[in-house]
Nanobody, 120 residues
Framework: QVQLVESGGGSVQAGGSLRLSCAAS????????MGWFRQAPGKEREGVAR???????TYAESVKGRFTISRDNAKNTLYLQMNSLKPEDTAIYYC??????????????WGQGTQVTVSS
């Protein structure tokens, strides 16, 4: 069973930066496909960024050029570096994982979430 624990959320002014971390346990980390999702109040959860086992990344259009997803397999940790934050980035951010072939498919494991609040 995979356990995921996020940290690094907080409050920041627009234009600022935060780095989220997600510590994984219970599985061989480099075999996991990882992603960050977010859910703002009154909105559906949306994908923010994904990273494959090999390190290939994809981003939502709304965060391209501002956010960077990365992983440190030696530390069993996933990161999300968020720069040039905007008020519309305010949400609960979730780390997620799965182990499906070619990193295609739904995420099976989710963290508890960390709040990010960006003020104007």
């Amino acid at each position: 069973q995979v356990q995921l624990v996020e940290s690094g959320g907080g409050s920041v002014q627009a234009g600022g930066s935060l780095r989220l971390s997600c510590a994984a346990s219970g599985y061989i980390f480099d075999r996991l496909c990882m992603g960050w999702f977010r859910q703002a109040p009154g909105k559906e959860r949306e994908g923010v960024a994904r990273i494959s086992r090999s390190g290939a990344t994809t981003y939502a259009e709304s965060v391209k050029g501002r956010f960077t997803i990365s992983r440190d397999n030696a530390k069993n940790t996933l990161y999300l570096q968020m720069n040039s934050l905007k008020p519309e980035d305010t949400a609960i951010y979730y780390c997620a994982a799965h182990s499906r072939t070619f990193c295609v498919g739904a995420y099976d494991y989710w963290g508890q979430g960390t709040q990010v609040t960006v003020s104007s």
